[in-house]
């Protein structure tokens, strides 16, 4: 054979490779028809074979595959083509759609394409009335069937209006609550005369947003007295206890008040008369604008049964994005006493085994953007996008107690994602929730504008025991978090007793709480056990480091820097020790170095390096550092500057011939923390 023979036969065998498109056993598009086979990425030129046209006749498609047995060496892979792929309903996996280690099931993006699976509608057909605003009569809407409370044009979450524009109404006075309420939590408040009247459009639509200390309630209202200034709600908060009161003085706003309609990029949806009212932003047109509802609350439910041992296993998702779940304040209104935990989430699990959402995205969601709960055991969430959120980004575990080690969630991993813009609808959510939930890892993640936590670890108030234990948060970038909003916050928080959980190499820093809190690191009640090293925390509010009540804990090898009010905080005394503070870093110009209670010595201080920036005298709490070390604390402590490389704008880097050395204080690389690059689709 001739060279010019071999050269002829290379040419063909890579046309034939460059035209045979993308391999996968079945092939899901916008274009497709649930009536095809599904093997093919393409529709033929006949109109009578091509891809399917949804996710579940592809999933249902391989269960048959997997039926028919025989010898295989790859995995199940369901190919999604580009486009906006709108669900006719939840997408279900159960114990029949999982695959093995060697042979997993795959749904993943065609090469190049970023596919969205949505749970909502594409609206059109807007009319512009006489203001410049657009219309839209939507039958389902009138009839009772439909309604939505978010609203996204062109890739991005409009507002419904809200009273007043600016700031907050607040609470003129308390009210008992009323008769059969007292037991369940309070019902009603009393308000400032022109606050709230009967003459409200849509008064039945308007939601009052009433912020506590570290929770919102969303509540409707149900009668509104204007003679005695007193509005009663259809529901009660979610506790009689005094943190979810309405007090005197509480901040409230009104939601969904269509009076106050008339900025750009506002909407309003008449539930009664079934109109949808939007105010474009300049240069939007209704022709060429994408309007999106959503319509379905969950996106994907993976459905095990943990109590038949039962699980979904070795499912991966690989490059999608799944967007436009709903959320809507039920008629009693909405209230939760922390974290947002009730909440489940656009892609929710329930028995999921060795499953993997690698290289997605969760982006406009009403809830949380992925929950492994009950029975969730060995799962990835990682290289991942969540933003957006209408609650917060990652729920690992359950709230409630479990002796049967096969129900509870352990095991999980959440590692280099982008978690971001959360609590848009519920400002209580965090940005990664661990309930009672063991041997997760939380790493490389950036978590950022949130308006309560970013990481909270636990759900065991005091010394119970809490089945939350050996939980590493590691090399996370924690940031803008709290946006003076609630209180009792922080970038990382744990609760309850937690041995061998490690707080290490997170970088936190710019936490602002409306009230008391916004701290780094905060160790709430009963935490127990935890090792807190090398995390770099500095632009908070009350406290680089606060614990509330606890036992021995480790706080070791960090640096602790500009808190506003405090830099370290301990609340309570007790009579075991609170925490070990040693060879950490203090760096600061304003406040006092110690905050709240100091006295009973039951904790334990010694080789640290305090320095005050604005050259202040150091004191600490109302003793002088000799009268300090007599009491048995810092003897080993240095007070020097520690001549950091630019500490103002965050470079903490040690200068050569820094002091901390005489403290063993070692450097802490923070090269490796956040999210790091991410590598190809594997």
Request: hydrophobic fraction near 35%.
């Amino acid at each position: 054979m001739s060279d010019y023979t071999f050269m002829a036969v290379g040419v063909l065998l890579c046309l034939a490779a460059c035209t045979s498109g993308p391999k996968a056993d079945f092939f899901v598009s916008t274009a497709g028809n649930d009536s095809w086979s599904g093997k093919l990425d393409q529709a033929k030129s006949n109109g009578k074979d091509g891809p399917f046209a949804t996710l579940g006749r592809a999933r249902d498609a391989v269960r048959e595959l997997k039926g028919k047995g025989g010898q295989r060496e790859t995995s199940y892979t369901v190919m999604v083509m580009d486009g906006t792929h709108f669900l006719p309903e939840t997408f279900v996996l159960t114990p029949q759609d999982s695959g093995d280690e060697k042979l997993p099931v795959i749904y993943t993006a065609s090469p190049g394409a970023k596919p969205v699976i949505s749970g909502g509608v594409r609206l059109s057909g807007f009319h512009v009335n006489a203001k410049g605003w657009w219309e839209l009569e939507i039958p389902k809407v009138a009839q009772g069937k439909w309604r939505f409370s978010q609203l996204f044009v062109n890739g991005q979450r409009r507002s419904r209006p809200v009273l007043p524009k600016e700031g907050y109404y607040y609470i003129d006075g308390e009210v008992p609550p009323s008769p059969g309420v007292k037991e369940k939590g309070y019902d009603r408040f009393s308000f400032k005369k022109g606050d709230l009247h009967n003459e409200f459009a849509g008064l039945t639509d308007i939601e009052v947003l009433c912020y506590h200390q570290w929770s919102m309630s969303r509540l409707r209202i149900g009668i509104i007295d204007e003679k005695e200034q007193v509005v009663t709600f259809s529901g009660p908060t979610c506790n009689p206890s005094y943190w979810a009161g309405l007090k005197k003085g509480q901040r409230y706003r009104l939601d969904n008040a269509p009076d106050a309609l008339g900025d750009p990029g506002q909407w309003y949806l008449d539930c009664r008369k079934g109109i949808l009212t939007y105010i474009p932003i300049q240069g939007e047109t209704p022709e060429a604008a994408e309007v999106i509802a959503p319509r379905l609350d969950r996106l994907v439910d993976f459905q095990g049964n943990p109590d038949k041992r039962e699980w979904v296993s070795n499912v991966i998702f690989d490059g999608l994005t799944f967007a436009h779940s709903a959320w809507n304040c039920p008629e009693e209104g909405y209230s939760f006493a922390q974290a947002e935990a009730i909440m489940s989430a656009a892609i929710a699990a329930r028995g999921a085994r060795n499953c993997v959402i690698r290289n997605c995205a969760v982006s406009h969601v009403g809830i949380y953007a992925v929950e492994l709960a009950n029975g969730c055991k060995f799962n990835r969430i990682e290289n991942c996008e969540l933003t957006d959120l209408g609650a917060g980004g990652v729920k690992l575990g359950q709230m409630d107690r479990s002796e049967d080690e096969e129900m509870v969630a352990s095991d999980n991993t959440v590692n280099n994602c982008l978690i971001a813009r959360g609590g848009r609808m519920h400002p209580a959510a965090v940005g990664v929730w661990i309930g009672r939930s063991s041997n997760n890892t939380v790493s490389h993640n950036d978590i950022d504008d949130f308006f309560y936590t970013g990481v909270s670890v636990g759900w065991s108030w005091g010394y119970a025991p809490s089945s939350a234990n050996h939980n590493v948060i590691e090399y996370n970038h924690i940031s803008n978090i709290g946006h003076g909003i609630l209180s009792d916050m922080g970038g990382i928080y744990c609760l309850g007793d937690s041995p061998g959980t490690v707080l290490r190499y997170n970088r936190i820093h710019d936490c602002e709480s409306f009230d008391y809190g916004g701290w780094g690191l905060y160790t709430d009640e009963g935490s127990t056990g935890i090792l807190l090293e090398n995390n770099i925390v500095y632009r908070v509010k009350t406290g680089g480091f606060h614990q509330h009540y606890g036992k021995e804990n480790i706080v070791r090898n960090n640096i602790f820097a500009f808190s506003r009010m405090g830099q370290i905080i301990r609340s309570r005394e007790e009579e075991h020790i609170s925490f070990r503070f040693t060879n950490n870093i203090v760096y600061w110009k304003e406040s006092p170095l110690l905050g709240s209670n100091w006295n009973n010595d039951k904790f334990v201080m010694d080789s640290n390096l305090y320095w005050n920036a604005a050259g202040e005298e150091i004191k600490f709490g109302k003793f002088s550092l000799e009268e300090w070390r007599a009491r048995g604390h810092d003897v080993n402590s240095v007070i020097a500057d520690p001549m950091f490389v630019d500490p103002e704008n965050g470079d903490f880097t040690l200068k050569p011939d820094s002091p901390a050395e005489k403290i063993g204080f070692k450097p802490i690389d923070s090269s490796g923390i956040g999210r790091l690059p991410v590598s190809a689709p594997q």
